[in-house]
């Protein structure tokens, strides 16, 4: 079955820093990808989306670009910010549910 | 409301207890999903809904869950003898008819199970 699998955190970094959080999907067809965000104390939020292959969603500084020869969907942003500190979830649509890899932890040192 | 609102925000029950966990979907979303978050794990589906109609219940773990949304808006999850492998975070969303990526969740209901 459809399925995500990404990189296991947490990642810890200086403020300023390159952030890559890897992302690979499992699929039939071509589905649109997503990463959302979980800040503390809050619900999931949509990050950023991609529909079709070579699509780039970005939003707040944060780019992912839909890899089909790859499967893959890399979460990157050039200079990460104390704020940025949360869980990070790639995901697919597959008929009405959404499929979530098992997040990634991000901690960003001031 | 502006958002989806769960409550209560926490839950503790003794195993054996059963437990009633409340959505408030955004007004007007049609549909409305129950996902369960297990510690350092990604949601996972239960249920979903379409209005008052239950679509797809494919994710519920065991007959000892249950949801239903009797007028289209408010939904109720109900588990049943709650063991401790019911210890989760339950996360409520709703979204516009076929929107994935209007998709808005709740804050979630943590579950313990003592």
């Known amino acids: 079955g459809d399925s995500v699998t990404q990189m296991e955190g947490p990642v810890t970094l200086s403020e300023e820093a390159f952030l890559t959080i890897n992302c690979t999907y499992t699929a039939t067809g071509y589905p649109s990808l997503f990463w959302y965000v979980q800040y503390p104390g809050e619900g999931l939020q949509l990050l950023l989306k991609a529909t079709k292959a070579d699509d780039k969603g970005s939003n707040k500084g944060f780019e992912a670009t839909y890899r089909k020869e790859t499967t893959s969907f890399h979460l990157e942003k050039g200079s990460v910010q104390v704020s940025d500190s949360a869980v990070y979830f790639c995901a697919l649509p597959r008929d009405d549910k959404i499929i979530f890899g098992k997040g990634t932890r991000l901690h960003i040192l001031p | 409301g502006a958002g989806v609102s769960q409550s209560p925000r926490y839950k503790v029950a003794k195993r054996g207890q059963d437990v009633a966990l409340r959505c408030d979907p955004i007004?007007?979303?049609?549909?409305l999903f129950w996902y369960q978050q297990a510690l350092g794990q990604g949601p996972e589906f239960l249920t979903y809904?379409?209005?008052?109609?239950?679509?797809?219940k494919s994710g519920l773990p065991s007959d000892r869950f249950f949801a239903e949304r009797p007028e289209g808006s408010v939904s109720t999850l109900k588990i049943q003898r709650t063991q401790q492998e019911d210890s989760a975070v339950y996360l409520c969303?709703?979204?516009?008819?076929?929107?994935?990526?209007?998709?808005?969740f709740g804050s979630g209901t943590r579950l313990t199970v003592v």
């Open positions: 809904f379409q209005n008052e109609a239950q679509l797809d």
């Open positions: 007004s007007g979303h049609v549909s």
């Open positions: 969303a709703s979204s516009l008819v076929g929107s994935y990526d209007g998709y808005t």
